[in-house]
Nanobody, 122 residues
Framework: QVQLVESGGGLVQAGGSLRLSCAASGRRFSSCTMGWFRQAPGKEREFVACISRSGGSTDYEDSVKGRFTISRDNAKNTVYLQMNSLKPEDTAVYYC???????????????WGQGTQVSVSS
């Protein structure tokens, strides 16, 4: 079992930056691939970024490439999402997810956090 708690969301102006953190409990963190997803009002939850168990491989949704960076610290059981050059369309609830075989699809993840709100004003 893995429990996930996100933090770091908030309100920021367009062009600004935020760093989201996701703290995981349980001994299986280093065995899990980790992902970030987001859900805007009235829309489905969508993939944002993911990272392999070692942190050596990452993948991003096209609209965030070059602006967002996912990273992890297995010693701290934490995964991060650095978000730069934020745009109003990035406004959403951001969710952290863990999976033994997770990658780009939300169906491949087994555990989810409660989400943190990110709002970007124009």
């Amino acid at each position: 079992q893995v429990q996930l708690v996100e933090s770091g969301g908030g309100l920021v102006q367009a062009g600004g930056s935020l760093r989201l953190s996701c703290a995981a409990s349980g001994r299986r963190f280093s065995s899990c691939t980790m992902g970030w997803f987001r859900q805007a009002p009235g829309k489905e939850r969508e993939f944002v970024a993911c990272i392999s168990r070692s942190g050596g491989s990452t993948d991003y949704e096209d609209s965030v490439k070059g602006r967002f960076t996912i990273s992890r610290d297995n010693a701290k059981n934490t995964v991060y999402l650095q978000m730069n050059s934020l745009k109003p369309e990035d406004t959403a609830v951001y969710y952290c997810a863990a999976g033994l075989n997770g990658w780009g699809s939300r169906d491949t993840y087994d555990y989810w956090g409660q989400g943190t709100q990110v709002s970007v004003s124009s």
